[in-house]
């Protein structure tokens, strides 16, 4: 397909397990964001990747959280021992542009905590 | 799908008629602007963009206007249709601390259109 694919779409897990969770941007995109989306609100932005480069990750809600890039195309936002909070969309977009402008996003992967 | 925007604000226009979906940004610095339209279980989709240096872009159906002074963004949809039923976020790019537009995000809106 063209588009931003993720998977899981779906993954729950319980209380203390860390999870991985992987965007496939579209190809040839430079510019990589994870946002997390809460239930009824807007995406809130976690981190960007310009390729492998980690330029920002100031959203990142703590240091359990933890993305990568590695070799400048496919994504991974691990999160180590879950918490309840952590429950939500994770949604990744890529853009062409090294702005980031024209993001396009993925379908999401909902993460449910128990 | 999970719902989106259980408790969002809604708007609610009979099929044919135009829809106004208003927006208030915060960032008086902010330079880029973005319209998503979202439906349930699935990921934002890109409607329309507009730079700051500009105050209204036309695509197909839809109008974006810009007012800087007092910050509002405004998308336009012609001859709303079912199909257009769904929550729509406005985003202002905001430059992280390396250049690349983190999109912040309005609290969205949900359009339901009747047939």
């Known amino acids: 397909g063209a588009g931003v694919s993720q998977s899981p779409r779906y993954k729950v897990a319980k209380r203390g397990q860390d999870v991985a969770l992987r965007c496939d941007p579209i190809s040839g995109h430079v510019s990589l964001f994870w946002y997390q989306q809460a239930l009824g609100q807007g995406p809130e932005f976690l981190t960007y990747f310009q390729n492998e480069a980690q330029l920002d990750k100031s959203g990142l809600p703590s240091d359990r959280f933890f993305a990568e890039r590695p070799e400048g195309s496919v994504s991974t936002l691990k999160i180590q021992r879950t918490q309840q909070e952590d429950s939500a969309v994770y949604l990744c977009?890529?853009?062409?542009?090294?702005?980031?402008?024209?993001?396009?996003f993925g379908p999401g992967t909902r993460l449910t905590v128990l | 799908g999970e719902s989106v925007g259980l408790h969002l604000p809604t708007l609610s226009v009979q099929e044919g008629d135009n829809s106004i979906i208003n927006c208030a940004y915060s960032n008086s610095a902010s330079d880029y602007f973005i319209w998503y339209k979202q439906e349930s279980g699935k990921g934002p989709q890109f409607i329309i963009d507009?730079?700051?240096?500009?105050d209204k872009r036309q695509g197909q159906r839809v109008t974006v206007l810009l007012n800087k002074t007092v910050k509002h963004l405004s998308l336009q949809i012609a001859a709303t249709q079912p199909g257009d039923s769904a929550v729509y976020f406005c985003?202002?790019?905001?430059?992280?601390?390396?250049?690349?537009?983190?999109?912040?995000f309005g609290g969205g809106t949900r359009l339901m259109v009747k047939p």
């Open positions: 985003a202002e790019g905001g430059r992280t601390n390396n250049a690349g537009n983190m999109l912040t």
């Open positions: 507009i730079r700051s240096n500009m």
């Open positions: 977009a890529s853009s062409l542009t090294t702005t980031g402008d024209e993001q396009f």
